[in-house]
């Protein structure tokens, strides 16, 4: 079982993510966070292995956070949430070395490919 940390700022787009994380069978939600504080405590001492990372938050965007995720938890995969496939946010969170990235509003379907990938 993937324990699966979903780190998204709007409540609404977050429980969307956990009905279709939780639809998607070997794949178990560990957490939800609505900024990187929130998340920091959830990867601290856990065993979550993937985060679906929305990229804008208040305080820490998301690649900020990523950053701080490769230098502390470099084996978490994580997963970039976006509203623009075309963003250079993109390219650069490629570099920083995520697993892929989903474009909202995405569907369930796309969501299972993503993260069994």
């Known amino acids: 079982m993937v324990d699966v940390l979903i780190v998204e700022d709007d409540p609404m787009v977050a429980e969307i993510n956990r009905g279709y994380l939780e639809r998607t069978p070997g794949f178990r939600l560990a957490g939800i ?8 405590e959830h990867l601290n001492g856990s065993g979550i292995s993937l985060v679906l990372l929305d990229i804008t938050m208040p305080g820490m965007d998301g690649l900020s956070f990523l950053r701080e995720i490769r230098d502390s938890r470099p084996g978490v995969d994580v997963i970039m ?25 995405f569907t369930a379907e796309t969501l299972k490919q993503k993260i069994d990938k």
């Open 33 to 40: 966070a609505s900024d990187s504080a929130t998340a920091r």
């Open 81 to 105: 949430v976006t509203a623009s496939n075309s963003s250079p946010d993109v390219q650069t969170a490629l570099r920083l070395g995520i697993a892929d990235y989903i474009v909202k509003p």
